[in-house]
């Protein structure tokens, strides 16, 4: 992946919840030509927690068939139980997409114990690359430093965290183990 930007896209829906579809394509190109080095689909901004379970694979197929390979293409599959997200991945898992993208799940708080096992779970569950979206100000829970440690070190697919934690970036960049 090149260096740059990296944005969320938001998800352009009908009066009915279903995709329009040109728009998102439009949304897509207009941030690759303005010189994007990867794009976030459904994401919070993308608001992938309410659309209809259908809805889901059919905004990742338009964002990878809009990107046509020139950007990765990153998937929010955020739930709040790993059958949910195992059922999100599994609707998505034959896109051509680089990662799936997970903010803890986001019902009731989390102890470091249970994200670190949700993490090692939805990873074992899809041959794509995962994310750890740190979003405690809606999840209730915090992606901390050694659970980041102890997920590099148990999940081969983990790709990286997305967070505005710049105390955590610090940390991790100190540390000659990660």
Do not use: W
Request: hydrophobic content about 45%.
């Amino acid at each position: 992946m090149k260096v740059g930007f990296v944005p969320a896209l938001g998800t352009p829906l009908d009066e009915n919840g279903n995709l329009i579809v040109e728009s998102y394509k439009k949304q897509v190109n207009d941030m690759i030509d303005r010189g994007a080095s990867g794009l976030l689909s459904m994401g919070s901004m993308g608001i992938q927690a309410f659309l209809k379970m259908e809805v889901c694979p059919q905004v990742a197929k338009a964002a990878v068939e809009a990107a046509a390979g020139r950007v990765p293409i990153f998937v929010g599959a955020m739930a709040c139980s790993i059958a949910q997200a195992k059922q999100r991945m599994a609707a998505m898992e034959d896109l051509d997409i680089t990662a799936f993208v997970f903010t803890t799940p986001y019902y009731h708080s989390c102890n470091p114990a249970q994200i670190i096992n949700y993490y090692k779970n939805v990873a074992a569950a899809t041959k794509h690359g995962i994310l750890m979206y740190d979003l405690p100000g809606v999840t209730n829970s915090k992606i901390t430093y050694n659970i980041v440690k102890t997920l590099i070190k148990e999940v081969p697919n983990l790709m990286g965290i997305k967070s505005a934690d710049l105390k955590l970036f610090r940390t991790l960049k100190l540390d000659p183990e990660v």
